[in-house]
């Protein structure tokens, strides 16, 4: 890595070479991270401009920019200053002089080449293509992409109309609308990455050989030409709001269709797409939803500060081979642990391998990658993985005496240090650990379904865990790619003690006549991901009633929901509940009309609200802020009012 100069700023440090060749490095100061704040901007002005000078003066062939950090090139903007930049009287003044700095990069007389390892994502891309040349490693740590839709924002430093100049339209606007991360192949096929190297120490090679060539960028081809046909262009913007409309409402996130409009405006002028930035940009930045989004970044970066420093899993043992100890034993095996799988026989342990290779099909691009993950997961109907792992996890049904049973008989079997987890969804853990000789080892580990798309483990604490296991709990949830909140242990914890009033309350509007399929409208209308009964199907209702019983919640024996559960029809599992379910999706009926869903959204969501306050009070988790983010992750609650506590507090539920 090139040495840092004397003349340093805080963000760069730039020197040439005896080819005349300048080398800029970004290292942002005190993070693990590059990022564009307004300082690193300022810094970058200032040197932008001793380049104009140095090549004037033919001291200067050409820049490449490279990144100090091992955890990529730019991140994006600095997401800290977003609060204070959505002041109407700071930003769009802001954005004008980005705009014209990347303009600067992208008029000098010399190629300035983009070096790319790891992330480069947002401003970072683009600066990126900003430059006239981008060269990008091609691992699995690189990724490319615009995330900003996930703020509730859009590229404001030219990257709308620079993307749409490489890639081309369609493609540049499925990037933008989706927040997709790309790999550096895929970069490549769309253009935004001119050339691919193996790894990240050919970067400087690479990127000399550039200057001295003076490589220059192709543009898009002929879909430019057809987007200036403005029929052409407003049937496009028109199939991507519909595309946007079955992903997001435009009341809840207005930065997707707000993006679509400048694209309808201007998209056959890319420089025009840039020209209309600021004012498409600045209303969505100081908007509710923006800034909900944003204290939702921060309350899960919140998470990953949890745990033990050095912590280090490789072994995994899961006892429970149905469809959540199956699922998150393949969870594990996906990121990579050795993983031993335990049921009573094989019989009831194949179907879930079979599941887990259709994941890693999912997953991974190639049939040796599916099949590495599949050698390490291995079936133990013996359990004689339970001596080498080190995290044991119980996944079997909620019986106290039947969890209390596994337990006493793997205690004795452990190695010291592996942590003992139940993924039990309601049973207090104390009641569990009665049955072991050291009651502190036993935490709970409690995984959400479907385990690949739920980011939520709740690590739960009973009276008897030390810091040190509870920290270790958390750990691990973030080696697996696991967001972890800690919660007491109480029935139900936080997710289910909330979401069983909610879902119960739906169900017995259904049981007096009311249409399923409304009060389901209803809850998404309000932002939920998906309606209450779809979720009972969803979780299994054999599993709702379980948890509604252990937390006191009565089922009546004549109820529609038992009578269910008595034939066998238990949801989305078995392929009927209170739904038909057909590859993998609830066959819904026509939903009557109603004068204000989301208000009956609003009153359906209610019992959750009001549970979390509860939840709160009773010090289940250790602040609101934390019964937040917790019930966004784990129950998809919207995230773009902030949680059900930042809700309630802006009278929104």
């Not at 120490?201 to 403005?230: C, F, I, Q």
Request: hydrophobic share 45%.
């Amino acid at each position: 890595m090139i040495a840092p100069q004397a003349t340093d700023t805080r963000h760069w440090s730039f020197h040439t070479d005896l080819e005349k060749i300048g080398w800029l490095v970004i290292n942002t100061p005190e993070a693990s991270v590059n990022t564009l704040s307004r300082e690193a901007i300022m810094e970058l002005e200032t040197l932008v401009a001793r380049f104009e000078d140095l090549a004037n003066s033919g001291e200067l062939v050409g820049v490449v920019i490279l990144s100090g950090k091992d955890s990529g090139f730019i991140a994006g903007a600095d997401v800290s200053e977003f609060d204070a930049m959505s002041d109407f009287s700071v930003l769009p003044e802001a954005l004008r002089r980005t705009h014209a700095l990347f303009a600067r990069i992208e008029s000098l007389p010399v190629p300035v080449i983009a070096a790319i390892h790891g992330f480069c994502l947002g401003g970072g891309l683009e600066l990126a293509l900003a430059c006239h040349y981008r060269i990008a490693v091609n691992d699995e740590k690189t990724r490319i992409g615009f995330p900003e839709v996930n703020l509730g924002i859009f590229p404001g430093f030219g990257g709308t109309g620079r993307s749409i100049r490489q890639a081309g339209p369609v493609d540049a606007m499925g990037i933008m609308l989706t927040g997709k991360m790309l790999r550096a192949g895929a970069a490549r096929g769309l253009n935004l990455v001119d050339k691919l190297v193996r790894h990240r120490d050919m970067l400087h090679w690479e990127g000399r050989k550039a200057v001295l060539s003076k490589l220059k960028s192709t543009e898009a081809g002929w879909t430019k030409k057809l987007m200036a046909l403005p029929l052409v262009r407003e049937a496009v913007a028109n199939q991507m709001r519909k595309q946007a409309g079955k992903k997001a409402r435009k009341e809840h996130y207005p930065a997707p269709y707000a993006l679509i409009d400048l694209f309808e405006k201007h998209g056959n002028d890319w420089r025009a797409m840039i020209r209309g930035e600021v004012d498409a940009f600045v209303p969505l930045m100081g908007s509710p939803t923006a800034s909900n989004l944003r204290r939702v970044f921060f309350l899960s970066e919140g998470l990953k500060k949890q745990g033990i420093k050095g912590a280090k899993f490789s072994r995994v043992h899961v006892i429970g081979a149905g469809v959540m100890g199956g699922d998150i034993a393949a969870w594990c095996a996906y990121r990579g642990m050795s993983v031993t799988l335990q049921d009573l026989d094989m019989e009831r342990i194949q179907p879930a391998l079979d599941r887990a290779k259709k994941l890693f099909q999912k997953r991974y691009r190639k049939k040796r990658e599916v099949d590495a993950a599949m050698l390490r997961l291995t079936a133990d109907p013996k359990g004689t993985g339970v001596s080498r792992a080190d995290v044991i996890i119980e996944a079997v049904v909620e019986k106290l005496e039947v969890k209390q049973s596994i337990f006493k008989g793997v205690e004795d079997k452990l190695k010291p240090g592996a942590i003992l987890a139940t993924n039990t969804s309601s049973i207090e853990l104390e009641r569990i650990a009665e049955a072991l000789k050291d009651p502190a080892r036993l935490i709970g580990l409690h995984f959400f379904n479907p385990v690949a798309q739920l980011p939520l483990v709740e690590v739960i604490r009973s009276t008897f865990n030390s810091d040190e296991e509870i920290g270790k709990g958390a750990s691990f949830a973030q080696a697996i790619g696991k967001s972890p909140v800690v919660v007491k242990s109480a029935p139900g914890f936080l997710v289910n003690r909330v979401l069983m009033p909610y879902m119960l309350g739906a169900v017995e509007r259904v049981e007096k006549g009311e249409s399923k399929e409304l009060l389901d409208a209803a809850a998404v209308a309000f932002g939920m991901p998906m309606g209450p009964i779809e979720l009972m199907d969803t979780v299994g209702l054999d599993v709702g009633k379980s948890v509604a019983t252990e937390l006191g919640h009565e089922v009546p024996a004549d109820s529609k929901f038992a009578r269910l559960i008595a034939e066998g029809k238990l949801g989305r599992k078995t392929g009927e509940g209170f739904y038909k379910w057909e590859k993998g999706k609830a066959q819904k009926g026509e939903t009557p009309s109603h004068p204000d869903l989301a208000g009956l959204g609003k009153e359906l969501v209610k019992p959750l609200v009001d549970m979390t306050e509860v939840v709160v009070a009773e010090g289940v988790v250790a602040s609101p802020e934390l019964a937040d983010i917790g019930v966004i992750m784990g129950t998809g609650f919207a995230p773009f009012l902030g949680g059900p506590m930042k809700a309630r507090a802006d009278g929104r539920a």
